[in-house]
């Protein structure tokens, strides 16, 4: 089972930023927080992930809370072509194997 | 650098039959992982695989195998095919030892 918790679906207006949040209580030390977004039809792309500090890359910033226990992503103006279905996985970083479990995800909508 | 490949791009078989799906990993990526996307179930991992050996496996039946070549290369292979295996089928490749997986377009199977 998915070790996360997302609201199933969001709107945000063009140009806006768009805050994802995501809710992992239970997540262990050596678990990673990681974002990965689906557009329509497409193979999931991967965003960015985080251990503890605050990460930003040129996609999105993630901002993870003292305790862990939650973040949000920021994708800070977002367009139409950030329309997509985007998922918060907790995975441990080398465990011996590469196996991303997903949840159901936020659907996000874009619009004009 | 290219991203990781999938072929065939879609499929249209019939119960019974068997299908091998192809994935083509990023160059120099040693891992190989393998999802499945059904709407009523969503991304399932299905199995990985690191310098020809498989690391993992997912809650699927043993119809669904699949195999790694020495050049990273991986074949998945489902026998007797049911309609419930239509979905479409991912591929994921990353480094190894590094978590991040980036993923290919999938095939879409659709089994009549």
């Known amino acids: 089972d998915a070790k996360t918790t997302q609201p199933p679906s969001m709107d945000c207006a063009e140009g806006r930023a768009a805050n994802l949040p995501c809710n992992h209580s239970?997540?262990?030390?050596?678990?990673?927080v990681y974002w990965y977004r689906q557009i329509h039809s497409q193979g999931p792309q991967y965003i960015i992930h985080?251990?503890?500090n605050n990460e930003t890359n040129e996609m999105a910033s993630l901002i993870i809370t003292e305790d862990r226990k939650s973040s949000t992503l920021i994708l800070p103006h977002a367009t139409l072509r950030d329309t997509a279905v985007y998922y918060c996985?907790?995975?441990?970083?080398?465990?011996?194997?590469?196996?991303?479990?997903f949840g159901g995800g936020t659907r996000l909508m874009v619009k004009p | 650098k290219a991203g990781v490949t999938q072929t065939p791009r879609y499929l249209i078989k019939t119960r019974g039959q068997q299908v091998t799906l192809s994935c083509s990993p990023i160059?120099?990526?040693?891992?190989v992982s393998w999802y499945q996307q059904t709407p009523g179930q969503g991304l399932q991992f299905l199995f990985e695989?690191?310098?020809?050996?498989?690391?993992n496996k997912g809650n699927f039946p043993g119809r669904f195998s699949g195999r790694q070549f020495s050049n990273s290369r991986s074949e998945m292979n489902v026998s007797t095919l049911e309609l419930g295996d239509s979905a479409l089928y991912l591929c994921?490749?990353?480094?190894?030892?590094?978590?991040?997986?980036?993923f290919g377009p999938g095939t879409r199977l659709l089994v009549l």
């Open positions: 239970t997540i262990s030390g050596n678990e990673y």
């Open positions: 160059s120099g990526h040693r891992s």
């Open positions: 994921a490749s990353s480094f190894g030892e590094e978590e991040t997986q980036y």
């Open positions: 996985i907790v995975s441990p970083y080398n465990n011996a194997g590469n196996m991303l479990t």
């Open positions: 695989y690191f310098s020809e050996t498989q690391r």
């Open positions: 985080g251990l503890k």
